[in-house]
């Protein structure tokens, strides 16, 4: 069995004002989803920022590949950066509102391989129309896309770095009910393809539970680790005695 693309040894993280979490482990394969879970300010997106190396944990470590990327050198640590991606909640911030969408999603290609524009608009290609855009997409500016759209080329733009861990924050809350099935039907449809695993935030227990088999919940600075089927009889378990009190 391959090492775990993502683990986590005792994470905290504290602002200063007490710890937001404390003492988290759990580990992620390649193509697992793991689901980040809990109420509005329990720290799900903090978690994933101190994943992407976009924050310093308070405690413990984090290994990426089985790799501390505090301890390697900048050269290589801007090399595995590709590997792990990050997917934001809100379309219209994902994008740069001055360039079109064939610059953006042709940017991050460009940075990593070293590549020029047209070769990187050659590779990108097949995944515009995997992600089911089309050509005139290309020449259009985030603000004349819809949320959906902007959704599938910042995936188009994600996978064409072949990442192997994906943190999305939330991808799909901003998006109708419709759009919402659609885009994460394609998420597990990229997944199947390439094998990426996938830490997915929401608050929407319909949302993770349909996207994840183990599901991780954050409450008052504790947590608990759940499979698919006992989360959900715990969301019915925690709907019903709210309803009740
Ligand atoms: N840079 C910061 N400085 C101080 N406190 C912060 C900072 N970033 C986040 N926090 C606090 O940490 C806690 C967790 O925030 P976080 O955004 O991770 O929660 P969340 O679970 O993702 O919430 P939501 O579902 O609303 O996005 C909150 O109380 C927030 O105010």
Redo the contacts with the bound molecule.
């Keep these: 069995m391959s090492p775990p693309v993502l683990e986590l040894k005792n994470i905290a993280k504290s ?1 200063g004002h007490g710890d ?1 979490f404390a003492d988290i482990s759990f580990s992620v394969s390649e193509a697992e989803s793991i689901g980040l879970f ?1 109420e ?8 994933g920022r101190c994943i992407m190396q976009l924050e310093r944990q308070s405690a413990g470590t984090i290994l990426l590949d089985s790799l501390d990327p505090t301890r390697l050198s900048s050269r290589k640590r801007r090399e595995s950066r590709q590997s792990y991606q990050m997917i934001f909640q809100h379309p219209e911030v994902s994008l740069n509102p001055k360039m079109t969408l064939a610059q953006s999603v042709t940017e991050l290609l460009m940075v990593h391989k070293k590549i020029c524009f047209d070769e990187a608009m050659d590779t990108i290609q097949p995944l515009i129309n995997r992600v089911g855009l089309r050509n005139e997409h290309l020449a259009r500016y985030p603000h004349q896309l819809s949320g959906g759209e902007v959704q599938r080329a910042v995936l188009a733009r994600i996978f064409s770095l072949q990442p192997k861990l994906i943190i999305a924050d ?1 991808p799909t809350s901003m998006l109708d009910v419709s759009v919402q099935a659609q885009v994460l039907r394609l998420m597990k449809e990229l997944q199947n393809e390439t094998g990426v695993a996938y830490v997915f ?1 929401s ?1 929407d227990p319909d949302v993770i539970s349909a996207m994840c088999d183990r599901i991780f919940w ?1 409450s008052k600075r504790t947590w608990r680790l759940y499979d698919k089927s006992t989360f959900i009889s715990q969301v019915k378990e925690d709907y019903t005695s709210s309803k009740n009190v």
């Design positions: 602002y937001v809990g509005s300010g329990c720290g799900k997106t903090t978690l939330e935030i608050h954050l």
